[in-house]
């Protein structure tokens, strides 16, 4: 069973800056892609960020530009760094990892439980 614990949201002003961090707990064999999502109220879930174990990034086009999305490997992390924010990034950010259980590649989608990000214009 794979852990996954996201921190780093809270309230800030248009323009401003955050980072979002998520780490991983747990017993597994190894971290594969992870990806940050977000759901803004009365919205489906969005894809912002994806990143490799090796570090490859892509992003969402409303993203591009002003988030960067890193992985520490060795503390089981993933980074979100939001720059410029919007109000319309306002949204539960949730992070997700693909983990692979054993080195045979049983692997499963771990889920976090999310973290608020509030953007006051």
């Known amino acids: 069973q794979v852990e996954l614990v996201e921190s780093g949201g809270g309230l800030v002003q248009a323009g401003g800056s955050l980072r979002l961090s998520c780490v991983a707990s747990g017993s597994f064999f190894r971290i594969n892609v992870m990806r940050w999502h977000r759901q803004a109220p009365g919205k489906q879930r969005e894809l912002v960020a994806t990143v490799t174990s090796s570090s490859d990034a892509n992003y969402a086009d409303s993203v591009k530009g002003r988030f960067t999305v890193s992985r520490d490997n060795t503390k089981n992390m993933m980074l979100l760094q939001m720059n410029n924010l919007k109000p319309e990034d306002t949204a539960v950010y949730y992070c997700?990892?693909?983990?692979?259980?054993?080195?045979?590649?049983?692997?499963?989608?771990?889920w976090g439980q999310g973290t608020q990000v509030t953007v006051s214009s």
């Open positions: 997700s990892a693909h983990v692979s259980l054993t080195s045979e590649g049983y692997a499963y989608t771990s």
